[in-house]
C-alpha cells in the first residue's frame, strides 16, 4: 500500500473538499468537537460514521491522528455490546494476514466486498420495499374482496329472511 493510500484511509471516510470535522482527544480520554465546540462520546462520533460525516480524531497535543484507533475501540464496544459480528476464528485468521506478504491485499480485499455489500444495500432494500407494498397491496385487495363477499352474502341472508328477492 502507498503512502498516499494510506493517508486516504485514515480517517473516517474521505474527505470530498479536504474540509472535514475535526475532533480532538485529550489526555484525559476526552473527545471535543471544534465544529460545536463541545465534548462528544464515542456514541456520538458512532451517528457521525452512521450518518457519513466526514471526521477525523486528532490528538490534542500531538495533532497525530487517532481517527483508526477511535473506530476500532467503538468496533470493540459494538463486539461487546450485542451480538458480534466477527466469530473468534475469523478474527484468528485476520491477525495471521498482519505481517504477512499478503496483507495489503486483504485489507483493500475487505474494503472493497464491505463497499460493494453497502452499495447493494440500497437497491435491495428499496427491492424489499417495493415487494412489501405489492404483497401488502395484494392483501388489502384479497381482504376487500372477501369483505365485498360476505356482506353479499349477508344480504342475501337478510332479504331472505324478510321474504324479499333482489
Known amino acids: 500500500m502507498t503512502q498516499d493510500h494510506e493517508k486516504d484511509h485514515n480517517s473516517a471516510s474521505e474527505p470530498a473538499s479536504g ?3 475535526v475532533i480532538k482527544k485529550y489526555p484525559n480520554r476526552r473527545l471535543y468537537d471544534t465544529q460545536t465546540s ?3 462520546t464515542l456514541t456520538e462520533i458512532k451517528d ?3 450518518s457519513s460525516q466526514v471526521f477525523v480524531v486528532r490528538d490534542a497535543k500531538t495533532s497525530e491522528d487517532l481517527t483508526r484507533s477511535i473506530l476500532l475501540q467503538i468496533i470493540l ?3 461487546a455490546a450485542g451480538t458480534p459480528m466477527f466469530t473468534a476464528p475469523l478474527l484468528a485468521n485476520i491477525i495471521r494476514f498482519y505481517g504477512h506478504a499478503m496483507q495489503g491485499f486483504m485489507g483493500g480485499y475487505l ?4 463497499q ?3 452499495d447493494m444495500q440500497a437497491p435491495m432494500m428499496q427491492a424489499a420495499l417495493n415487494n412489501n407494498a405489492d404483497l401488502s397491496k395484494n392483501l388489502f385487495a384479497q381482504m376487500q374482496e372477501q369483505m365485498q363477499s360476505q356482506i353479499q352474502t349477508q344480504t342475501e341472508l337478510m332479504f ?3 321474504g324479499l328477492k333482489r
Open 160 to 162: 331472505k329472511a324478510f
Open 38 to 40: 463541545s465534548y462528544i
Open 116 to 118: 460493494a455489500m453497502q
Open 19 to 21: 474540509k472535514e470535522r
Open 48 to 50: 457521525m460514521v452512521m
Open 111 to 114: 474494503e472493497k466486498n464491505i
Open 77 to 79: 464496544e459494538e463486539e
